[in-house]
C-alpha cells in the first residue's frame, strides 16, 4: 500500500517530459539554433510529425489542436508540412539516420488515409530512413478500414488508442463519447493491421467518477490485451486550457480520492501481469517498454516513457518540439503562421532553450529518478538538499545510500515531488504546474 502524505502532494509539478520544461522556452532561442543542431546530428534519430488536428475537440484535451472541419486548411497545413520535411531533410547532418517515426496531435487520423501515405512517401523521399518504425496515435471514433490498410502498407507496429473511460457517463461528462463497441473494433483493426505494441491511454480523476467505473475501464483494457498502458491523472487547469470550463469542477474527484484511484490502478495492472513503468504506466513483459524497464534503458522525452535510445528527437509541424543534446527547440504553435513561416523557405524554430551543464546534470538526475527510482547525485549534492528531502527521508518514502538516492516502492507517487527538488527553475518559476498524482 502507499502511504497517502497530502502535505508532501500539495505543490504541482511538471511531467518532467524534457528539462529544463517548456515554461522555459523564450524566443531568445529559435532559427538560428535549430539549424546548428540539425547539422550536426549524426547517428540514430527519431522523428515526430504532430498533426494538430481532431474530427472532434475533447473538452478535457491540453494538445494543440483544431477541429478538421475544414479541407481548405488541412491541405495548407499538409502542404506546409511538406515542405519542412523537405528543407529538414537537407539541413540533417549527412551521417543522421532516421530509426523511429512518431505521429502524434491531435489525431493523426483526422487525416484521410491517402494524406498519410503520401506524408510517408515524402519522409522515404528527403529523410535518411533506415528501417525505422512507425508509431500513430489513433482516435477510436475515426479509424476506418482505410485506414487500417494504409498503415499495414507503411509498416506501422506501434499505435496509442485514445481510451480515457469505458464509462459512458464520463464520456459524455469529457466531451468524448465512443462506445465500448468502437473501441474493441479499433483493437482489432489495429491488431489486424500489423500493430505489435499497442497503447491504451486512461484517465482517472474526471468528474464523477467512482471506483467501480475505474476498475470497468481497467478490467476491459486487460481484457482486451493492450500491452502497454498509460493511466493519467486529469489535470484540470480551465485558466490554462479555456475549453476545460465545460467540465463541472464540482464533481471532481479530490486529492485523496486521485491518490485512491492511481494507487488502485497500479495494484490493478501489476496483479495482472504487467511491468509498472513509474507508477503511472505499465507494460506486458515482452513489449520493448517492459524490457527497457529491465534492461534500465528506459528513457523520458516529448512522448513520455520510451524505449528510444536516441538522443536526438526532430519535431516537425506546428508546436512540435525538437530535443538535441544541448538545445531543445519549438515550432511555430499557430498554423497560419507556421505555414507562411515555411512558405518563405525557412525553418520555423521559435522558441526553445540552451541546456546548460547543469541543465544537462539536473536532467539526467531527473529523468533516472523518473525512469529507475534512483540516482547517483552526488553526496555533496544530496547533503546540501537535506532539508527539503528530509520530508520524504524521514518517511521511509526514499532512502540515500552515499551518493545515491532511491525512491521506495512506497514513495512511487512522490517521484515527481522528489524529481522536482533537482529542477534549478522550480524556485524561480511563476507557472502553475497539474497535481503531482
Not at 154 to 177: C, K, M
Not at 414 to 433: E, K, P, V
Amino acid at each position: 500500500m502507499w502511504p497517502y502524505y497530502p502535505e508532501l502532494l500539495s505543490v504541482p509539478v511538471p511531467r518532467y517530459t524534457s528539462y529544463p520544461t517548456a515554461v522555459e522556452f523564450s524566443d531568445r532561442v529559435g532559427l538560428a539554433e535549430q539549424e546548428a543542431a540539425l547539422a550536426q546530428v549524426s547517428g540514430d534519430i527519431s522523428l515526430y510529425i504532430h498533426i494538430p488536428f481532431c474530427e472532434q475537440i475533447c473538452w478535457y484535451c491540453g494538445c494543440n489542436t483544431a477541429a478538421a472541419n475544414k479541407r481548405s486548411r488541412l491541405e495548407a497545413y499538409l502542404d506546409a508540412l511538406h515542405h519542412e520535411i523537405a528543407l529538414t531533410g537537407v539541413k540533417l547532418g549527412k551521417d543522421a539516420r532516421v530509426r523511429r517515426i512518431a505521429f502524434g496531435g491531435g489525431s493523426p487520423n483526422a487525416l484521410q488515409p491517402t494524406d498519410f501515405v503520401r506524408l510517408a512517401d515524402a519522409l522515404t523521399l528527403h529523410m535518411p530512413l533506415e528501417s525505422p518504425e512507425w508509431s500513430v496515435e489513433i482516435d477510436p471514433r475515426h479509424l476506418t478500414s482505410a485506414w487500417g490498410t494504409v498503415m499495414a502498407v507503411v509498416g506501422v507496429t506501434r499505435a496509442s488508442l485514445g481510451v480515457q473511460t469505458f464509462a459512458p457517463n464520463l464520456q459524455a461528462a469529457i466531451g468524448r463519447v465512443q462506445p465500448a463497441e468502437q473501441i474493441e473494433q479499433a483493437t482489432v483493426l489495429l491488431r489486424r493491421a500489423g500493430v505489435t505494441s499497442l497503447n491504451f491511454d486512461l484517465m482517472y480523476g474526471l468528474p464523477g467518477q467512482t471506483m467501480d467505473d475505474l476498475k470497468d475501464s481497467l478490467d476491459r483494457t486487460v481484457a482486451l490485451g493492450a500491452d502497454r498502458v498509460a493511466l493519467f491523472g486529469y489535470a484540470h487547469v480551465p485558466h490554462m486550457i479555456p475549453r476545460q470550463r465545460r467540465i463541472d469542477a464540482t464533481v471532481l474527484p479530490d486529492q485523496a480520492e486521485r491518490f485512491a484511484m492511481a494507487q488502485f490502478g497500479f495494484e490493478h495492472f501489476t496483479k495482472a501481469g504487467y511491468v509498472q513503468v513509474g507508477f503511472d504506466h505499465f507494460a506486458l513483459p515482452g513489449d520493448p517498454m517492459a524490457k527497457a524497464v529491465q534492461d534500465g534503458s528506459l528513457k523520458r522525452n516529448f512522448q513520455g516513457f520510451t524505449d528510444d535510445r536516441s538522443d536526438v528527437l526532430v519535431g516537425l509541424g506546428s508546436t512540435a518540439i525538437s530535443c538535441f543534446p544541448q538545445v531543445i527547440v519549438q515550432n511555430e504553435k499557430n498554423a497560419g503562421r507556421y505555414g507562411m513561416m515555411i512558405s518563405q523557405d525557412r525553418l520555423p524554430g521559435m522558441l526553445g532553450v540552451i541546456r546548460s551543464e547543469d541543465d544537462r546534470r539536473r536532467g539526467a538526475v531527473i529523468e533516472a529518478l523518473l525512469c529507475h527510482g534512483r540516482a547517483e547525485v552526488g553526496a555533496a549534492w544530496l547533503a546540501s538538499l537535506a532539508p527539503q528531502l528530509a520530508p520524504f527521508i524521514d518517511r521511509g518514502l526514499a532512502s540515500i545510500d552515499g551518493a545515491w538516492l532511491t525512491i521506495a516502492a512506497g514513495g512511487l507517487p512522490y517521484a515527481r515531488t522528489i524529481a522536482a527538488l533537482f529542477d534549478g527553475y522550480r524556485g524561480q518559476s511563476q507557472h502553475r504546474f497539474s497535481s503531482a498524482v
